[in-house]
Nanobody
Framework: QVQLVESGGGLVQAGGSLRLSCTAS????????MGWFRQAPGKDREFVAA?????????????VKGRFTISRERETVNIQREKIFLQMNDLKPDDTAVYYC???????????WGQGTQATVSS
């Protein structure tokens, strides 16, 4: 199992930007693809973005394509830890949600989940 801890949420006006971070740690982190999901109030949890383990290929939900970018950085000293980022630009009120970092061997990954970080976009 991989431990996931998100940070970087907050309140921003429409058109603004936020950068979410996720620290992933664990023995199997090197075998994981990573992703982001979100859940808005009263709605089901939905996929946002994912990045493959080996190729680094990325995949986005249509609603965020062109505005959000997922990336990952491996630590050189501790190979059992890495960071995953979600750069969110041109934010809209509909992007308001709790954002969850995920990891796993499927694509998009759903096995392990972080505790979530709130992002709120005001109009």
């Amino acid at each position: 199992q991989v431990q996931l801890v998100e940070s970087g949420g907050g309140l921003v006006q429409a058109g603004g930007s936020l950068r979410l971070s996720c620290t992933a740690s664990g023995r199997t982190v090197s075998s994981y693809s990573m992703g982001w999901f979100r859940q808005a109030p009263g709605k089901d949890r939905e996929f946002v973005a994912a990045i493959r383990r080996n190729s680094g290929n990325t995949y986005y939900a249509d609603s965020v394509k062109g505005r959000f970018t997922i990336s990952r950085e491996r630590e050189t000293v501790n190979i059992q830890r890495e960071k995953i980022f979600l750069q969110m630009n041109d934010l809209k009120p509909d992007d308001t949600a709790v954002y969850y970092c995920t990891g796993g061997t499927t694509y998009p990954p759903r096995k392990d989940w972080g505790q979530g970080t709130q992002a709120t976009v005001s109009s």
